[in-house]
């Protein structure tokens, strides 16, 4: 059974530019959370959804960042225009959320380096 | 607002040798506990979790954890470590929200095994 797919692994880019992270959660799981880890402010947690509508967002650092979850196999996350500071490495995970209890599954991270 | 901590940034252990990791936690209701590994380069793989019931969990390559509410911790246990446990290690709180368990993560140990 495949795991949290993310896409591209790695992604360098120059700042100013759109960057777009992808994500596809494991089959059959309702939710999906990105989060994001630096040396300086470890893993964070950014947004999450759950059947595909977005529950909190409130730790996504500025308007710049924006997430979708256009469908249940598929989430995006788009930094618009991206800067030095974004570099960071951001994981997607999912989980299957019963109403008390989930564990989430993460994916293996996109390294975003923002020059 | 709940809240997660390691004590120990960096811990060396000898192969063979038994290993203990701290985790603190602050949170107001039940918690819901965690333990995540990451090797270099990869994402976060669970090694075991509490949700109740018996406070002594088993987890995946032979770790297990206590959780002991009058102390608030959940310290993660190995009673003889391998050369490929070395990697870094997140203890994680879980707040139940309307779509699943938002973690928080502690800021991890980071584990060296000497031959």
């Known amino acids: 059974d495949a795991g949290v797919i993310q896409s591209p692994r790695h992604e360098v880019t120059e700042m100013g530019q759109e960057v777009t992270l992808r994500c596809k959660p494991i089959s059959g799981h309702n939710s999906l959370f990105w989060y994001r880890q630096t040396m300086m402010r470890g893993l964070e947690l950014l947004i999450y959804f759950n059947n595909n509508v977005p529950i909190d967002d409130s730790g996504m650092p500025e308007d710049r960042f924006s997430a979708k979850m256009p469908n249940a196999s598929f989430s995006t996350l788009k930094i618009q225009p991206s800067e030095p500071r974004d570099s960071a490495v951001y994981f997607c995970?999912?989980?299957?959320?019963?109403?008390?209890?989930?564990?989430?599954?993460f994916g293996p991270g996109t390294r975003l380096t923002v020059l | 607002a709940q809240s997660v901590t390691q004590p120990d940034i960096h811990i060396t252990v000898s192969e063979g040798a038994s290993l203990e990791l701290r985790c603190n936690y602050s949170y107001g209701a039940t918690p819901y506990l965690f333990w995540y590994v990451q090797s270099p380069g990869q994402g976060l793989q669970l090694l075991l979790k509490?949700?109740?019931?018996?406070?002594l969990v088993q987890g995946i390559k032979g770790f297990e954890a206590e959780f002991k509410r009058s102390q608030s911790s959940f310290n993660l246990r190995k009673p003889s470590v391998h050369w490929s446990d070395a990697a870094e290690y997140f203890c994680a709180v879980g707040a139940l929200t309307g779509g699943g368990n938002k973690l928080t993560f502690g800021t991890g140990t980071q584990l060296k095994v000497e031959l």
């Open positions: 995970a999912s989980s299957f959320f019963q109403g008390s209890t989930d564990t989430q599954y």
């Open positions: 509490y949700f109740s019931g018996d406070t």
